[in-house]
């Protein structure tokens, strides 16, 4: 399985900045595509996900309301569409999968940054 992140860069507070995630190597029915982020000196947490099959998602509380994850099947293609960037969305942005029902990340892409200047 290969996952590739694309899509950050640097935008100010108040932005917004798509991000994508290709994967290939499988088909992904049965899986959940999961989005994570890393800012510097900070654990890895989760920001959210999208089942394969039905298309549900889960957020985090703290980007709730603003991010959005939706899937293109025919593209094995998932994004993270992020409005209101604040400052504290910084990090490296990673995509994973994670074979459902469990909550496994077993396979993940090379991350992107993604930076908000205030």
């Known amino acids: 399985v290969q996952l590739q992140a694309s899509g950050g860069g640097l935008v100010q507070a108040g932005g917004s900045l798509r991000l994508s995630c290709a994967a290939s190597g499988r088909t992904f029915s049965g899986y959940a595509m999961g989005w994570f982020r890393q800012a510097a000196g900070k654990e890895r947490e989760f920001v959210g996900e999208?089942?394969?099959?039905?298309?549900?998602?889960y957020y985090a509380d703290s980007v709730k309301g603003r991010f959005t994850i939706s899937r293109d099947n025919a593209k094995n293609t998932v994004y993270l569409q992020m409005n209101t960037l604040k400052p504290e969305d910084t990090a490296v942005y990673y995509c994973?999968?994670?074979?459902?029902?469990?909550?496994?990340?077993?396979?993940w892409g090379q991350g992107t940054q993604v930076t908000v200047s205030s």
């Open positions: 994973a999968v994670s074979p459902l029902p469990t909550r496994n990340y077993i396979y």
């Open positions: 999208i089942t394969w099959n039905s298309g549900r998602t």
